[in-house]
């Protein structure tokens, strides 16, 4: 399956990352969990949070993604990890991923 294809579920779902709404997201595998992983978009390469729920696909192809950003991410270096608090606006990247598929968009926090 495309990317571009993947793309579509993902960026729906990126806008209801702003207005708090639960989405349907299609075009991942029938039965699979799907994952959302957030990370600001100004330090892609050190920081996360796992969004702490898995959402399943049903057999027709769909899951209903519903969730509350958490209010904070990990920063880590070399030894330790901080929190960091969202700041309201702040770019995030949003990372949809499913069995063998992964999709991802960048839009802000509410």
């Known amino acids: 399956m495309s990317a571009a294809r993947l ?14 709404a639960g989405v349907v997201a299609t075009g991942f595998r029938p039965g ?3 994952q959302i992983v957030l990370v600001p978009a100004d ?3 050190c920081c996360a949070i796992r969004v702490p729920a ?3 696909v049903s057999l ?3 899951a209903v993604i ?4 958490p ?3 990990k920063r880590c270096g070399a030894w330790t990890c901080t929190r960091v608090q969202w700041r309201r606006h702040e770019k995030v990247i949003v990372t949809a991923s499913g069995y063998l598929l992964q999709a ?7």
């Open 43 to 45: 330090r892609p390469n």
């Open 60 to 62: 027709a192809g769909k």
């Open 104 to 110: 991802r968009t960048t839009t802000a926090i509410g």
């Open 7 to 20: 793309a579509a579920p993902v960026l729906i779902l990126a806008g209801a990352i702003a207005a708090g």
């Open 66 to 69: 519903r969730f509350s950003v």
């Open 32 to 34: 699979s969990d799907v």
């Open 71 to 73: 209010t904070y991410y």
């Open 54 to 56: 898995s959402f399943r």
